[in-house]
């Protein structure tokens, strides 16, 4: 057995790599993705023919267009994005054993047997790659790390773009990644960089060397010591996250910006992330509500409540902080909303009520109706029962 035991795979500019597989007349062009179709937007992602002329995630549109006049604009469609992805992880799932899919574009293999060893790993990437061409599109292309866990390998996936290969273990490091910033790495924001920077550490390097036992007190928890133990080659395991709460955000387009069109938004945000909470078996315990606004600063309020899942709970919640807004949104135009149902526990560990009354993990009638609302919707589609007027506002995460 090799010392290797993770591959990270990062595909290169997948979702404009999506569209010129689809659409061959934009292959070998700079293509970018962008969020809302006016000139006001930006690009979610960018093909290497753009990224050759300065364009990135983030990039305006109007800059795009300075940086680079031939770049073509796609709106995004990120469900199409999503079937490629489970397309590309059905074809690595029969030619290794996928243990997770990361994100809409890395995936994280297990090694064993010959590809615990350096060149077994590096021929299974070859094959992967093969693979992957052959079957979904010779336009899909990716990054691949090779790691002792799956810190080192996502690191090593990052070293080599595109359609790289590289690996990280006791052989290279730290030197291999001393050319890179502390906050290149990932989990390292600019906040832990200026913390480590005061405790001392300056580079990778140095944070290799440091004590494991000094890293938790530098983060003030368990994952500093994880994340240097990791670093420093050990098998350290991902760890299952609990989820803290259930959002929804949207930035919003022109139309939506006037305070009543951004209510009804709202609304329909309320509806998708209060489904999202029963489908998980979940119950919220507060409610919070973010507005962004062009011209002044952000307003933000949150809501504590009785655990629930019944969406005209939230819905009422909402009015309330809606009226608390109004006289600082009066005649503002908002750029963003956000909806967050948190403090989140199971229904079946709810204690029950008997002002109600409601038996310990029984579901009230309002939730009882909220799950019938679901069920005809996932049987007829979005949007057949609806908890009053709302103003869906599909964008980057529904379109496809």
Not at 267 to 279: F, G, H, Q
Not at 342 to 359: C, E, H, N, S
Not at 377 to 395: A, E, K, L, S, W
């Amino acid at each position: 057995m090799g010392p290797f035991r993770t591959l990270y795979i990062d595909m290169n500019s997948f979702f404009a790599s999506v569209e010129q597989q689809l659409e061959p007349s934009i292959r070998a062009r700079p293509v970018a993705i962008t969020a809302m179709e006016d000139e006001k937007g930006c690009c979610v992602a960018a093909s290497y023919e753009a990224k050759a002329f300065g364009v990135k995630t983030g990039t305006s549109v109007q800059v795009a267009r300075q940086l680079c006049p031939g770049i073509v604009f796609l709106p995004s469609r990120h469900r199409l994005y999503v079937r490629f992805n489970l397309r590309v992880a059905a074809v690595l799932d029969r030619y290794a054993e996928l243990e997770r899919i990361r994100s809409v574009d890395e995936f994280q293999i297990v090694l064993s047997g010959d590809a615990t060893e350096l060149d077994g790993a590096r021929g299974l990437v070859a094959r992967l790659k093969g693979a992957v061409a052959a079957e979904v599109g010779e336009c899909l292309r990716f990054s691949a790390g090779i790691g002792p866990n799956h810190l080192l390998a996502k690191i090593a996936g990052k070293l080599e773009k595109p359609d790289g290969c590289q690996h990280l273990g006791l052989d290279n490091m730290p030197d291999r990644l001393a050319h890179l910033a502390l906050d290149d790495l990932p989990g390292i924001s600019r906040a832990m960089r200026a913390r480590l920077e005061g405790a001392g550490v300056w580079d990778v390097p140095a944070l290799c060397r440091l004590d494991p036992r000094h890293a938790r007190a530098i983060w003030h928890s368990v994952e500093g010591e994880r994340f240097v133990r990791a670093l420093q080659g050990e098998p350290i395991p991902l760890v299952k996250t609990q989820r803290g709460g259930f959002g929804n955000s949207k930035v919003l387009a022109p139309a939506f910006r006037a305070p009543p069109e951004a209510y009804l938004v709202s609304r329909w945000l309320i509806e998708k992330a209060s489904a999202r909470l029963r489908r998980e078996g979940r119950v919220a315990a507060s409610f919070a509500l973010q507005l962004s606004l062009y011209s002044r600063a952000s307003w933000a309020r949150s809501m504590r409540c009785a655990p629930t899942q019944d969406t005209l709970d939230f819905m009422r919640m909402n009015r309330s902080l809606w009226r608390s807004a109004w006289p600082y949104i009066r005649g503002g135009h908002i750029a963003a909303i956000g909806v967050h149902l948190g403090d989140v526990d199971f229904l079946k560990t709810r204690t029950g009520d008997l002002l109600k009354p409601i038996a310990p993990g029984e579901m009230t009638a309002g939730e009882r109706a909220s799950a019938a609302a679901d069920f005809i919707n996932q049987r007829f589609g979005q949007g057949t029962i609806q908890f009053g007027i709302n103003r869906p506002h599909p964008g980057f995460f529904e379109r496809g």
